[in-house]
T-cell receptor, first 112, second 112 residues
Framework: EDQVTQSPEALRLQEGESSSLNCSYT??????LFWYRQDPGKGPEFLFT???AGEEKEKERLKATLTKKESFLHITAPKPEDSATYLC?????????????FGPGTRLSVLP | GAVVSQHPSWVICKSGTSVKIECRSL??????MFWYRQFPKQSLMLMAT?????????EQGVEKDKFLINHASLTLSTLTVTSAHPEDSSFYIC????????FGDGTRLSIL
């Protein structure tokens, strides 16, 4: 059974204090690992898709990396507007693009 | 801009009422859409897969007679919560896409 765990559950950073969020996964035949950002009362907003170990993607202060067992979302010099819940999801096997298995998320708070 | 639109964003109604939620793909045709449920501070749980022109497939434990799904066109799927009760109160989110899933902004359902 596909599983996704995320750590830490919650993270509080000072503005400018860089850190990383972890997503560990177990899936048979990873087809894609996805990072989303979710603000309270909103649907998840797409950030990145990673397909194979060694792949990296960047967007503004965010950088996502992927290994065979986990993914990291690195946040460099975060700002208060980066505060949100960050969700990781995987899809694999014959279900590419179909059943997304989500992790529980990391609630990030960036204090000014 | 948004590629998946969900309506309404917030519903409050009396117990026993049926509530319909719409999910539209704006920029593409979606033969498959997904419906999720999210409880406070928890991640998304897949409820069902909506298939255009055929019956939806439901996840284990989800009552298909309670949560009626209709996917009548390539851009619209609807979720009807029939005879809603307070325990059905939740945040319902839809998604669509090829590979990467894009999410609607969710519907907050409150049953009194």
């Amino acid at each position: 059974e596909d599983q996704v765990t995320q750590s830490p559950e919650a993270l509080r950073l000072q503005e400018g204090e860089s850190s990383s969020l972890n997503c560990s996964y177990t899936v048979s035949g990873l087809r894609g690992l996805f990072w989303y950002r979710q603000d309270p009362g909103k649907g998840p907003e797409f950030l990145f898709t990673l397909y194979s170990a060694g792949e990296e993607k960047e967007k503004e202060r965010l950088k996502a990396t992927l290994t065979k067992k986990e993914s990291f979302l690195h946040i460099t010099a975060p700002k208060p507007e980066d505060s949100a819940t960050y969700l990781c999801a995987v899809t694999g096997g014959d279900n590419y693009g179909q059943n997304f298995v989500f992790g529980p998320g990391t609630r990030l708070s960036v204090l000014p | 801009g948004a590629v998946v639109s969900q309506h309404p964003s917030w519903v409050i109604c009396k117990s026993g009422t049926s509530v319909k939620i719409e999910c539209r793909s704006l920029d593409f045709q979606a033969t498959t859409m997904f419906w999720y449920r999210q409880f406070p501070k928890q991640s998304l749980m897949l409820m069902a897969t909506s298939n255009e022109g055929s019956k939806a497939t439901y996840e284990q434990g989800v009552e298909k007679d309670k949560f009626l799904i209709n996917h009548a066109s390539l851009t619209l799927s609807t979720l009807t919560v029939t005879s809603a009760h307070p325990e059905d109160s939740s945040f319902y989110i839809c998604s669509a896409g090829r590979g990467t899933q894009h999410f609607g902004d969710g519907t907050r359902l409150s049953i009194l």
